[in-house]
């Protein structure tokens, strides 16, 4: 029985593609050709008259190029794929992501199937970072190992020229001396020797150290970041976990209570390309912006670490909500 659905699945699948491109071939000639306005017509309403359920099995076995294309088709397809929470990117999203990822609190601020796949399409780039830092596999967070005397800085898999965009930064471990989030070029370095504050040390980064609340750019302090008496620094909390001995000790003595692992605050980091200005906020509060006259080149969610098994995670969240 699961064969027979599998196989079914694969061939509406490719009649859906067809459907696709002669309905996208219609749109195209319909100007020019009024047999073409007709058959587009026609396409239309057989696609409007399938039925959810069966929308769902074909959905389910399109990629999410083919997903796009298909909520062009007509307004049921739009509608249907417009629910972001359906089966259809719920299936995607198991397929994507990684089961520690979906069951963390770490995608908590993006509720949506839809909106957990786009987040993974944004995170750090495996491929775009210093040699001595990899991607874990929930694919959403960093771990820099612990080399002497190094600073390591990792890109999303995204840039971004136009519109406005906003991804949520956490830190976990401690800071050490230098720990700076920010946008970068590809052309910004991923790795240099000592302790310094490498996204931000040229004219290619644009960083904000959380440990002295300094904003950097093109090798310099571009002054202090909140312009606020007494900012706050950045605070990283231990959490608590039970932990259970091997040694045989009364039930109620068992489980001893240790700091299990560290966890900052999360930075919400706003990058505005139609009005070319980067901003943070923190704990929902906007910080004011922090750069001005940013150029119009392709720039990519960053960061830079010196502490040794340090972890930054990072989660696109979308167009940035106002007010």
Known sequence: MCL???KVGFRLEEQFRSLVRYKNKCKKSAKSKAPFR???KMVEEIAASLPDSALEVIFSYLDLHDLRNCSLVCKKWYSFLNDENNDVWRLHCIRKLAEEALKSDLLSSVPTYKAKLRAFYHAWNPNDCSRNVY???NGFTLHRNPVAQSTDASRGKIGFRHGRHAWEVIWEGPLGTVAVIGIATKEAPLQCHGYVALLGSDDQSWGWNLVDNHLLHNGDSQGNYPLLNN???????GISTPHVTDVKLP???KRLVEMDRYVGERIRVILDCDDNTLSF???????G???RGLPDRK?????SAVYGNTEVSMVYLGPPLDG
């Open 4 to 6: 027979f659905v599998i």
């Open 38 to 40: 007709v058959a587009g």
């Open 135 to 137: 991607i874990k596999p």
């Open 231 to 237: 900012a706050p620094k950045y605070q990283v909390v």
């Open 251 to 253: 039930l109620m003595d």
């Open 281 to 287: 906020e923190k704990n929902y509060e906007f910080l």
């Open 289 to 291: 912006v922090a750069f």
């Open 299 to 303: 720039l990519y969610p960053s960061v």
